[in-house]
C-alpha cells in the first residue's frame, strides 16, 4: 500500500524554465512533508519541508505547497537549472511515529541547458 | 563537523553468508534511522534506534535481520544468511533528538549485492 505517491516517474524542464513535483498522500496522519533531493550514488539531501499547519513554505528557489483538503503537495523550483537534475523523493510522516519517514518512489528532474 | 559515515560503501556477499553494515551518526546525534532502497522504490523504514536501545522496529523483516547502536561505536545493521533479494541500497539517517517535525540527515548509503 503506497502511503506516498509520486505518479509521474520524470520530469524534463528548460533551464529558467519552473520545475513542479508533484506528491499525493493517503494517510490523513501525516502531519509534516519534505523533500530530499538524491544524486546516483549518494545519498538523499534534505531540501525543505512542511508543515501541516502551512499550506506554503519558501526557501530560496524552491517552495513547496500543501493542499489537506486534496491532500497533494507540489515542490516550485524556479529557476530551474541544471545543476536540479537529480532525483526528487516526497516524504511525510505522521505524530508519535518517531519521525520516520514514509517515502514515495521519487521523480527524476532533467533540467536541459 | 562531519556527516553521517557508513561503510562500506558497497559489499559484495554470497548467498548465505552474513553482511554488516556501518553507520556513525553526526557529532551530536544520538538517533539513528536505517533506510532500505530497492531498486526503483522509494527508501522503506526499518528500524529506529537510539544510544543501546531499540525504539521502533517495526519495518524490520522479523527473522536474519537485526540493528543495534551501542554505547560506544557505530550503529550496525546486520544481516544473517542473505539471500539475492536482500540485495539493495542501505540509508543510514541520524537526528540531533526526539521530536516531531525533525529532517534527517543521510549518509551516503551501503550498496549490497548478493551473488
Known amino acids: 500500500d503506497q502511503q506516498v505517491k509520486q505518479n509521474s516517474p520524470s520530469l524534463s524542464v528548460q533551464e529558467g524554465r519552473i520545475s513542479i513535483l508533484n506528491c499525493d498522500y493517503t494517510n490523513s496522519m501525516f502531519d509534516y512533508f519534505l523533500w530530499y533531493k538524491k544524486y546516483p550514488a549518494e545519498g538523499p539531501t534534505f531540501l525543505i519541508s512542511i508543515s501541516s499547519i502551512k499550506d506554503k513554505n519558501e526557501d530560496g528557489r524552491f517552495t513547496v505547497f500543501l493542499n489537506k483538503s486534496a491532500k497533494h503537495l507540489s515542490l516550485h523550483i524556479v529557476p530551474s537549472q541544471p545543476g536540479d537534475s537529480a532525483v526528487y523523493f516526497c516524504a511525510a510522516s505522521a505524530p508519535g511515529a518517531n519521525s520516520k519517514l514514509t517515502f514515495g518512489k521519487g521523480i527524476t528532474l532533467s533540467v536541459r541547458p | 563537523n562531519a556527516g553521517v559515515m557508513q561503510n562500506p560503501r558497497h559489499l559484495v556477499r554470497r548467498r548465505g553468508q552474513e553482511a554488516r553494515l556501518r553507520c556513525s551518526p553526526m557529532?551530536?546525534?544520538?538517533?539513528v534511522y536505517w533506510y532500505r532502497q530497492l531498486p526503483e522504490e522509494g527508501l522503506k523504514f526499518m528500524v529506529y534506534?537510539?544510544?543501546?536501545?531499540?525504539?521502533?522496529e517495526s519495518g524490520m523483516p522479523k527473522e536474519r535481520f537485526s540493528a543495534e547502536f551501542p554505547k560506544e561505536g557505530p550503529s550496525i545493521l546486520r544481516i544473517q544468511q542473505v539471500v539475492r533479494g536482500d540485495s539493495a541500497a542501505y540509508f543510514c539517517?541520524?537526528?540531533?533528538?526526539?521530536?516531531?517535525?525533525?529532517?534527517?540527515?543521510f549518509g551516503q548509503g551501503t550498496r549490497l549485492t548478493v551473488v
Open positions: 539517517a541520524s537526528s540531533p533528538y526526539r521530536g516531531e517535525n525533525t529532517e534527517a540527515f
Open positions: 534506534l537510539q544510544k543501546e536501545n531499540i525504539i521502533d
Open positions: 557529532k551530536g546525534h544520538s538517533h
